[in-house]
């Protein structure tokens, strides 16, 4: 097998966009609402990455302070989120996104 | 002497196909709680990429934060809702045939723009980039980004009593 | 410039008066409410007294500036009093009369609820009409104009419970008002004139101007004045108010409706006497618009049986009188009329209110007779009266009367004639009433008893006034204004004009103490036609149909219900309406799937991005 | 800090104090409402002095930056124009809270704080000199209208907020666009930088900016065709709300016509002028004719608004001194009298629970202070001399029949149909037999509501009479602007 | 290369050392316990039970894997080895002595030297939930689940208090490295030690952690995911062989991991309390001190048959050992390097672990609402506290 000698930052860009794609089909295919709220963390994790490739490609660390205000948004994100499942899951008895629907009326 | 693999090459390729089975799992999986974990082992192995693009502070963050708060309470809530596998899908023909092709469409396009904008970008050597230690970044986020944090700070305070207000059960 | 006389004294004597009861009289005695009510008008009167007998003959008029009212770019109009001799005249009137009738209220009131808020009322009137015509500029005219109206609404309206009263007093304020809006835009039109409203610099401008002999902006100023003179004045068309109004208590028809502030529109077409001299059509329209009120009045106070209503006709065609003197440019002859008329038909609401209150509230003529007995004085007093609008010779009535018969002589011969004949009816009606009240038997149920002194005293003074009042004001009303033809021999007209006072108070004889049965007669041959004056010339009712009830309507079922909730509202609506259906439409994107959502977002990405790349891509 | 920025801060602060008051305590929410709208009413008339003496300027101002890109400012000041306005909300303020006092119980601390966030919204539109300051102001001034009306309404109260916003949103989105192109042009906010840099604005541009900011004042006013947001709003709120919208609110809109549609594009104001008027003439008989036949005492109220705010269009667009100080005088005063109208019909609801007409009658008699005071509010919105209304009705028709005699003519039809509307009204309610159902349940004035009640008629009999104190400083204020607009200065910069 | 070898020998002597540490740990734990209780303790195997360890391993490893019916197997399996592999990370990073010079080679005594080992730490310890809350989970059983809930909570919980009082010197020491953190403390007597500087300001933070260190690790009075009385055995009910083996063992490699955490941030690590020359000759005296004693007593008063010849072998061992202490202090200072400060590191760590026996043996249970209660309104503002006032401190006199 050949391996290159150096992996280019593009590499980690483009595991970036591949991951973040999978965060987005998992968020048009599955039906749970936490597994499409994790498809969503895995998103963010995606871009995460990216930032951090730019950050090492400028060499300045600003990109990973943006990952970590990322972190922390999603950190508050989850718990209202989960805590919003929470309560859905008390009224509806039911984690299927097709049964929360009330946007529809 | 079989050549030395260049630990950065190895380390890249083996994470980066460790994150994408693990990603292919969270959303594959028919259980939640699979695929929370499978989810935990991204994160690690972002963490450990981000090791190599000199971010040890990140890396740290990324586990105690990520893996450590935020996936531990994913994995409470299935939990304490032990929901089970999910039902058959009803078919979903507009997700699957609008949305998997434009997101492929989107894929190949953007990976393609990686590659067409961004030829000569550096090569990662672990150990070239030194500044993600927690002294810069600290630096950094208490004085350039200050305002930034302070409102982060609040956001977080905010969302902690939204959480407790939308999780308490209703008394009456 | 002669030293200030405090004339603000005047009007703010009874505005004290006013606020005193208004504020504290439900608290007081009767006895204190009308002591105050009484002295506070008195010493207005006294105060008078005091600064006219200060200020001589007034060759120049007297002028006090007090503060600045309102001051915008160059217009500015100061809060200014003035005294020359029309307004000494007004003033005489005004306080004396007033003074008089307020101690008649005295007696007339006491037994009715509101005794404080009457006198509260009655002395706000006092002070308005003070103001109005004391005032140096139009819009202090206005002020003290627009007071007036409020009292006079204020005091129709007196009886709360009366809906017929409310109704009479908001009709008052609303014709008045569209009096008002006429003088107000002759104001607008003085003041971009003259850039003043100052009577001073308005007039002596004016003085500058030519006659006009086509209608110009004096023409129009002087026409609009004349609608609030109109209004004001109860002058055709816009008289209706003035009968209605005798709705008040007495006292305020007598004080208001008949002595003082009907008069008000004289006084102001006499005031802008320079602006009318020189618009001739104006004049002419004055002097038409005098004539026709003066024969309509009297042709309906013919008919009436209510004492008041007889008497508030009456009080209309004498105006209309008036106003022929001033369309004749004989304007001190109006303002003698106007003093004349203040004495006879004050004593003649009062001598008509002591009878009312004799007979307990009783106002129908047809229920009176043979009263002559029973309360003698009011009788003997209102035979002073009688006489004096008759134009008896000797009395009062007959000189103003003359006088402005006489000037309308000059004008034109057959508004004279027109005249001679209304004074003949004018002596008809009222010697009618003076019949049916004070002759023949009593038809009426109650006891009539005499009134009490506070009453029959006022009525005493005034009385003697009505006779002699006209030889003691002649010179001073006569100093006015310029010379008219008054002072030349006009034997064989006078005699013309006797004669048919006397002419009218024989057929009234003939017809109501000789010949029972024939007014009867004479109203079933006449048929429609006695009806139609019967009913006022169902003048009401016309504005009623006309106006009224169109403007109504069009407002209830076009404007609101119509233009507003299904038009206007109609579009808005129709606008959310056609959003709320394109969004319909759009809504069939919206499942209501979060998934299905994304898939919209993940495709708009797609499709941005391949656009871009087709565009040219990043560079 | 200048008394300006405190009387701005004040309300601020209570209105947040009164959102952490428990809501079952509603006695300490309105005290401390009470006091906060007082504190700021105080420092209002210590402004006086100043602004008295030097009307034609800003005085008291800020300017402190807010945002740096687009250059956006916190610049505030007062002159002898927006002066009276503030003031007239500081003291309006309190009053309806006053009247209020023991009729929400549901939320009172909520509806306390939103009247106090209202008169800050308002209070900050009458003295932004930054013109996206201004903007955001006007946008908070909504907000608690919306929910005041939606809360604590009566009839349709939900329809009518909802009815008020798009109307006023609709009015102020085009604002907005406004703003944004007049900054696009001349790259500034600040309105005194404005009032000179517009003449350098293409005609056309200037015309799109006109239209929108005249379209917006239009619907805030209201103008004829844009009114029926209006007695639907006024009916809904709570009385004491309508206070304030009838009051305060309403003169928003006629202020920034004068301040900005005028001060900022005086040559196409003029332009426009003769529709303007005709659409203010419009609304003065339209707003009477409909007013006659109203059944609902609040909304007869209402649709003489409308009227009466026709005068003060009217009065702007005649364009000399006295249409313009007459129109400034008439906007102070038809604020206190329509203030003190409201709040006495508030009264008569508090005790009858009703707005029908029909519904009354009599009540003179029952009630003779609370007649006395409705008859004075009555004489004094049908402009009776001697009351503040008259002075600035004579002015704006002055200067209407200056500008063009016709408009007077058909203005002056309005004064006639005001008397004709609000004396039947005043006949019906409070004349004639005593209607049973008020029999027993009309007491006069209380203390409090003499309280409440008295300051209003002591102005409009002070303003009727004593006008130089509050008419000089208008009129100086109201000759600068027409130096500006006509004056050197912007010829100087049109060359 | 020699970077490699010299790890590969560090590692094998860790792991060997780690893991018989653990397998004694528990023998400790028991004899401490029966000691507690006025028992002897195991007994059987070995003298003293000493082989009692090896026993156990063998009969874990023989037992039958029971796995029960309708679990998903996949997670059941992984659990225990995800809770025991995270709970030997840490060790990797725990420096045990100075930089030594042994052969020419330069090395440190530690597996790996991290610039951020703190953060290492924390972050492994925060992913220590896993195996425990999985394991619940994944057993289908509602008393295992009941159990990994109750740890999942409750390690978040004080995972709070725990991390901010560990922040807390870090304010002093300035550096998140764990080697130069136990540097920064040397060099003189026990008051340089982070945990007495500020006083009472670390002292308290340092309790704080020893608290939270104890839920971290589910022992009593924290032990509510394996609340017998209530949930059976919580999240292991179901396991057996080795899989319980690996919980079990987790439990004890976090301990110590713990305790080698506390020892080098508040403890100062491998330093002496005192400066170096004394304090070099302090283990020689302990050992013969203990070693005297033992011969002394075994030979005069032995409790038990067996005692007479144990107690005595025992005394000499020790006696040997001060021996060699006395050669490495002064002689040897090839091997002093090395044995003196893992000396004391051992020894430090030894008593906090027998602080941890100690508890066990001593105090009952928190109830659930209390435990939560405790920490969320007294450990978590008492460790801010702790923190600003600290850091207060530092801005005003650091």
């Known amino acids: 097998m050949m391996l290159p000698n150096a992996v280019p930052v593009s590499w980690y860009l483009i595991l970036s966009a591949i991951l973040f794609s999978m965060g987005v089909a998992g968020f048009l295919i599955r039906r749970n609402i936490i597994t499409v709220f994790m498809c969503i963390e895995l998103m963010l994790n995606a871009v995460n990455l990216s930032f951090v490739a730019f950050s090492y490609e400028l060499k300045k660390i600003d990109g990973q302070l943006f990952t970590f205000f990322v972190m922390v948004v999603a950190a508050a994100e989850a718990a209202v989120g989960l805590a919003i499942i929470l309560t859905v899951f008390r009224h509806r008895m039911s984690l299927e996104i097709d049964d929360v629907s009330s946007l529809k009326n | 002497m079989i050549p030395m693999p260049n630990l950065d090459v190895l380390g890249f390729l083996v994470l980066a196909t460790f994150a994408v089975l693990c990603g292919l799992s969270v959303i594959l999986q028919k259980h939640a709680v699979a695929s929370a974990l499978s989810l935990v082992g991204v994160m690690g192995s972002l963490a450990v990429l981000y090791l190599m693009l000199g971010a040890e502070f990140l890396a740290a963050v990324q586990m105690i934060v990520y893996a450590g708060a935020i996936m531990v309470l994913f994995v409470f809530v299935i939990m304490l809702l032990n929901s089970g596998s999910e039902r058959p899908a009803k078919a979903r023909y507009f997700a699957y045939l609008v949305g998997i092709p434009s997101l492929l469409a989107f894929l190949g396009v953007i990976s393609f723009f990686i590659l067409k904008e961004l030829p000569n970008t550096s090569s990662v050597q672990f150990g070239a980039f030194t500044q993600g230690g927690p002294a810069p970044v600290g630096r950094l986020l208490f004085t350039q980004y200050l305002l930034p944090f302070e409102v982060t700070s609040l956001l977080v305070l905010i969302a902690i009593i939204g959480a407790m207000v939308l999780a308490k059960k209703e008394i009456d | 410039m002669t030293e200030s006389q405090s004339l603000w004294l005047i009007p703010i004597l009874p505005l004290i008066g006013a606020a005193l009861n208004g504020l504290l009289g439900r608290r007081l005695p009767k006895m204190a409410v009308s002591a105050i009510a009484i002295l506070s008008v008195l010493g207005s009167f006294l105060w008078v007294m005091k600064c006219l007998s200060a200020l001589g003959n007034l060759d120049t008029p007297h002028a006090e500036h007090y503060f600045t009212w309102i001051q915008s770019g160059a217009l500015e109009i100061g809060v200014d009093f003035m005294v020359d001799r029309l307004t000494r005249i007004m003033l005489l009137i005004v306080t004396g009369v007033g003074l008089l009738i307020h101690i008649y209220a005295v007696g007339y009131m006491d037994h009715e609820e509101g005794f404080s808020r009457f006198f509260s009322y009655l002395n706000l009137f006092m002070f308005f009409m003070l103001t109005l015509v004391l005032a140096k500029n139009f819009l202090l005219v206005f002020v003290g104009w627009e007071g007036v109206g409020l009292a006079s609404y204020l005091l129709i309206g007196f009886y709360l419970k009366e809906k017929f009263a409310g109704d009479a007093g908001k009709k008052a304020f609303i014709v008045n008002r569209i009096g008002d809006f006429g003088f107000s835009l002759a104001m607008f039109l003085i003041v971009i004139t003259f850039g003043s409203l100052d009577f001073t610099k308005v007039f002596e401008a004016a003085a500058k101007m030519p006659v006009e002999a086509h209608a110009g902006i004096l023409t129009a100023i002087a026409l609009l004045l004349f609608v609030g003179a109109c209004g004001k004045s109860a002058q055709m068309p816009l008289y209706v108010w003035l009968p209605d109004a005798m709705a008040g208590p007495t006292p305020v028809s007598a004080l208001i409706h008949a002595a003082t502030m009907v008069t008000a529109g004289v006084y102001i077409v006499a005031r802008a006497s320079v602006i009318f001299d020189r618009a001739p059509i104006a004049l002419d329209v004055v002097s038409y618009i005098g004539l026709l009120t003066a024969v309509v009045a009297a042709t309906i106070g013919v008919t009436q049986y209510d004492i008041k209503k007889v008497f508030a006709y009456s009080t209309v065609s004498q105006l209309g009188f008036m106003f022929m003197a001033c369309g004749a440019k004989a304007y001190s002859s109006g303002i003698f009329h106007v003093a004349t008329h203040a004495f006879f038909k004050a004593v003649l609401f009062l001598g008509a209110g002591s009878v009312i209150h004799a007979l307990h509230g009783e106002q129908d003529m047809r229920n009176m007779g043979g009263l002559r007995s029973k309360i003698p004085q009011t009788f003997a007093t209102l035979c002073f009266a009688w006489l004096a609008i008759s134009g008896v010779p000797g009395f009062s009535g007959a000189l103003s009367k003359d006088e402005i018969l006489i000037a309308v002589h000059g004008k034109s011969e057959w508004m004279f004639w027109v005249g001679v004949v209304t004074a003949g009816i004018t002596a008809f009606y009222v010697s009618r009433a003076m019949f049916m009240t004070f002759f023949g038997e009593y038809r009426g149920k109650a006891h009539p008893h005499e009134s009490p002194l506070s009453m029959t005293g006022p009525l005493w003074v005034l009385a003697l006034l009505s006779a002699a009042g006209g030889y003691l004001m002649r010179d001073l009303v006569h100093s006015i204004g310029p010379e008219t033809a008054s002072h030349g021999d006009h034997g064989s007209l006078e005699f013309i004009i006797v004669a048919a006072g006397l002419l009218g108070i024989g057929l009234a004889a003939f017809m109501y103490l000789m010949n029972r049965g024939l007014s009867q007669s004479v109203a079933k041959a006449l048929g429609p036609v006695y009806r139609l004056v019967y009913d006022k010339y169902r003048v009401d009712e016309f504005y009623d149909a006309a106006l009224v009830r169109p403007i109504q309507a069009g407002s209830e079922s076009v404007l609101w219900k119509g233009l507003d909730v299904l038009l206007i509202d109609g579009v808005v609506n129709g606008v959310g309406r056609t959003a709320s259906a394109i969004g319909g439409i759009l809504r069939r994107c919206q499942g209501g799937h979060v998934p299905s959502y994304a898939t919209w977002i993940v495709l708009g990405a797609a499709l941005v991005l391949i656009g871009f790349q087709l565009v040219g891509g990043g560079r | 800090m200048s008394p300006l920025n405190l009387m701005l801060v004040v309300p601020l602060i209570g209105f947040l104090i009164c959102l952490l008051t428990p809501k079952e305590n509603e006695g300490l929410a309105r005290t401390i409402a009470l006091g906060a709208s007082l504190l700021a009413l105080v420092f209002g008339l210590g402004m006086i002095g100043l602004v008295v003496a030097m009307p034609t300027g800003f005085q008291y101002q800020t300017d402190i930056p807010w945002i740096s890109t687009p250059n956006i400012h916190f610049h505030v000041g007062v002159d002898g124009f927006s002066l009276w306005m503030v003031l007239l909300t500081a003291l309006l303020t309190p009053l309806s809270i006053l009247a209020s006092w023991k009729s929400v119980q549901h939320r009172a601390n909520l509806y306390y704080a939103f009247i106090l966030l209202l008169e800050f919204g308002v209070l900050g539109v009458f003295v932004s000199l930054d013109m996206f300051l201004y903007y955001v102001f006007w946008e908070i001034s909504i907000v608690p209208v919306l929910f005041l009306i939606g ?161 003060v269009v009217l009065g702007i667009f005649a364009f000399n001194r006295w249409g313009l100080d007459g129109a400034v005088y008439q906007m102070v005063n038809h604020g206190i009298s329509t203030g003190a109208l409201f709040l006495l019909v508030w009264f008569l609801e508090d005790r009858r629970g009703s707005l029908a007409i029909a519904d009354y009658g009599g009540v003179a008699r029952v009630a003779p202070w609370l007649s006395t005071a409705f008859m004075v509010a009555t004489l004094g919105s049908i402009g009776l001399p001697m009351l503040g209304n008259f002075v600035g009705e004579f002015l704006i028709l002055q200067g209407a029949a200056k500008a063009s005699f016709v408009w007077a003519v058909f203005a002056s039809v309005g004064v006639i149909l005001s008397a004709v509307y609000m004396l039947w009204m005043y006949q019906r309610v409070f004349f004639g037999e005593i209607a049973e159902s008020i029999a027993g349940y009309m007491p006069d004035l209380t203390l409090r509501e003499t309280a409440v009640i008295l300051p209003l008629i002591v102005l409009m009999i002070w303003f009727g009479i004593s006008t130089t104190g509050l008419l000089e400083p208008i009129s100086a204020a109201n000759g600068a602007l027409l130096n500006l607009i006509e004056g050197p200065a912007r010829v100087a910069v049109m060359k | 290369m020699d970077f490699f070898l010299v790890s590969l020998i560090k590692i094998v002597v860790v792991f060997g050392a780690f893991m018989t540490t653990l397998a004694y740990l528990q023998w400790v734990e028991r004899k401490v316990l029966a000691h507690i209780q006025l028992r002897l303790g195991p007994q059987r195997v070995g003298p003293h039970g000493l082989l009692q360890p090896l026993a156990d391993v063998i009969k874990l490893a023989t037992k039958e894997g029971l796995i029960p019916a309708n679990v998903n197997t996949f997670f059941y399996i992984l659990a225990p080895f995800l809770a025991v592999s995270l709970a030997l990370i840490s060790i990797a990073v725990i420096p045990f002595g100075p930089e030594i010079e042994l052969f020419g080679v330069r090395t440190n005594l530690e597996l790996t030297s991290l610039n951020i080992g703190v953060l290492l730490i924390l972050a492994i310890s925060s992913v220590g939930v896993y195996g425990i809350a999985l394991g619940g989970w994944a057993s289908n059983n509602k008393y295992s689940l009941m159990g990994g809930l109750r740890s999942s909570a409750q390690m978040i919980s004080y995972e709070l208090p725990m ?36 006083p009472p300001l670390l002292f308290i933070a340092f309790i704080v952690f020893l608290i939270s260190a104890f839920a ?104 040997g050992l001060g021996a060699i202490f006395l050669l490495a202090a002064t002689v040897l200072p090839i091997i002093g390097q090395i044995l003196l400060p893992v000396f004391w590191f051992v020894a430090k760590v030894g008593l906090l672990l027998f602080l941890f026996i100690w508890v066990r043996g001593t105090l009952p249970r928190f109830r659930y609402d209390q435990l939560m209660r405790f920490t969320w309104t007294f450990l978590f503002p008492v460790a801010l506290g702790c923190l600003l006032l600290t850091g207060l401190g530092v801005a005003l006199f650091g």
Not at chain 5, 166 to 173: C, E, G, K, S
Not at chain 5, 178 to 189: D, N, V
Request: contains cysteine.
């Open chain 5, 163 to 198: 991390t901010i009082a560990l922040a807390t010197p870090l304010l002093v020491l300035n550096t998140l490295d764990l080697r130069q953190i136990a540097e920064r403390q040397g060099g003189g007597w026990f008051w340089n030690w982070t945990a007495f500087s500020y």
């Open chain 5, 216 to 319: 971290e690790t589910n022992r009593v009075p924290f032990d509510l995911p394996e609340a017998e009385n209530e949930l059976v055995a919580g999240f292991h009910t179901e396991y057996s062989s080795l899989a319980f083996a690996g919980f079990f063992m987790a439990e004890y490699a976090n301990m110590v991991t713990i305790t080698c955490v506390s020892t080098t941030i508040f403890l100062g690590g491998w330093h002496p309390p005192f400066p170096a020359p004394y304090s070099n000759f302090v283990p020689t005296a302990l050992f013969w001190f203990f070693g005297g004693v033992l011969l002394f007593h075994g030979l005069t008063q032995p409790a038990r048959r067996w005692d007479r010849f144990t107690f005595p072998a025992f005394g000499v061992i020790s006696l």
């Open chain 4, 151 to 311: 809360m604590w309404g009566t009839e349709q109260r939900s329809a009518a907020a909802v009815k008020f916003f798009l109307y006023t949103m609709t009015g102020s989105v085009l604002m907005l666009a406004g703003i944004i192109y007049l900054y696009t042009k001349t790259n500034t906010f600040d309105f005194t930088q404005l009032a000179l840099l517009t003449a350098n604005i293409p005609h056309e541009a200037r015309w799109l900016m006109f239209l929108a900011f005249l379209f917006a004042f239009s619907i805030k006013t209201p103008l004829f065709p844009l009114h029926t947001w209006l007695p639907d709003t006024y009916a809904s709120a709570p009385t004491p709300v309508t206070v304030l919208l009838a009051g305060v609110l309403s003169k928003m809109g006629t202020y920034s016509l004068l301040r900005f549609c005028v001060g900022l594009f005086p040559n196409e104001a003029k332009e426009a002028a003769p529709w303007v008027a005709a659409l203010a003439v419009i609304s003065i008989i339209y707003g009477a004719l409909v007013a006659i036949v109203q059944p609902n005492i609040k909304r007869l109220v209402a649709y003489s608004s409308i009227s009466h705010l026709g005068f």
